[in-house]
Nanobody
Framework: QVQLVESGGGLVQPGGSLRLSCAAS????????IGWFRQAPGKEREEISC??????KIVESMKGRFTTSRDNAKNAVHLQMDNLVPEDTGVYLC??????????????WGQGTQVTVSS
């Protein structure tokens, strides 16, 4: 079964760090575009990053705090989040865009992992 599962969320104090993982099963992430998204309480879902094997783009407001990496051997991608602030609180999701899709789009989504930044 095609599946994406996020993990690594939790409660962290402001200024702390979390490392989220997105593990794929049922398909291979190689050459897929992987996106990270979040949805804060009462807000619309927003994009965090979009990455391929060779490149990664982080939204401007999160550059320097959030970075992505890919571990193809484990069929997983990661989101490193540093210097967290309460406004980072929300459900974090990963999504995969298959290669060669027409039109391109995120066909596979995980269920999300909760991140709470609070004192």
């Amino acid at each position: 079964q095609v599946q994406l599962v996020e993990s690594g969320g939790g409660l962290v104090q402001p200024g702390g760090s979390l490392r989220l993982s997105c593990a794929a099963s049922g398909f291979t992430l190689d050459y897929y575009i992987i996106g990270w998204f979040r949805q804060a309480p009462g807000k619309e879902r927003e994009e965090i990053s979009c990455s391929s094997n060779s490149d990664s783009k982080i939204v401007e407001s999160m550059k320097g705090r959030f970075t992505t990496s890919r571990d193809n051997a484990k069929n997983a991608v990661h989101l490193q989040m540093d210097n967290l602030v309460p406004e980072d609180t929300g459900v974090y999701l990963c999504a995969a865009d298959p290669p060669g899709g027409r039109p391109p789009g995120y066909d596979y989504w995980g269920q999300g992992t909760q991140v709470t930044v609070s004192s």
